[in-house]
C-alpha cells in the first residue's frame, strides 16, 4: 500500500506562483512514475506533468509546458509542482498519482496509476 499526501494549494491571483508537495509514504520502492493530474469544475480529470524514477524524465501537458515544473525531493519520497505565471484557467483540484512497477500506458492515462492523492484546490483569480 502506498499513501499520498497532498499539500500546496491555496488562493493566488494571476501570474503568482504556489509550490505544491506530494507526501509518498508506505511500500514506494517500486515506484515507477510520479504524476500530477488536475480536475478544473465540471470537467475531466487531466495529467499536468509526470516524472518516471528510473531516468528522471519528465513529461507536461502543453497548457503549462514552461510555467510549471515537477521534481522530486532529496528523500525521493515527495513530489513537487512548482507552478509560476498561473493563470484564471489553472483553478482546480490537483491530485498526485503514483505508478508502482512498469507499465506502458501513456502517463496521461488515469488507468495507469495504482495509488492516488486526496486533492489540493488551487484557484486562480484574474
Known amino acids: 500500500q502506498v499513501q499520498l499526501v497532498e499539500s500546496g494549494g491555496g488562493s493566488v491571483q494571476a501570474g503568482g506562483s504556489l509550490r505544491l508537495s506530494c507526501a509518498a509514504s508506505g511500500n514506494t520502492y517500486s515506484t515507477d512514475s510520479m504524476a500530477w493530474f488536475r480536475q478544473p469544475p465540471g470537467k475531466e480529470r487531466e495529467g499536468v506533468a509526470v516524472?518516471?524514477?528510473?531516468?528522471?524524465?519528465?513529461y507536461y501537458a502543453d497548457s503549462v509546458k514552461g510555467r510549471f515544473t515537477v521534481s522530486r525531493g532529496n528523500t525521493k519520497n515527495t513530489l513537487y509542482l512548482q507552478m509560476n505565471s498561473l493563470k484564471p484557467e489553472d483553478t482546480a483540484m490537483y491530485y498526485c498519482a503514483s505508478r508502482i512497477g512498469l507499465d506502458g500506458r501513456r502517463w496521461t492515462d488515469r488507468s495507469k496509476y495504482n495509488y492516488w492523492g486526496q486533492g489540493t484546490q488551487v484557484t486562480v483569480s484574474s
Open positions: 516524472l518516471y524514477f528510473g531516468g528522471g524524465a519528465t
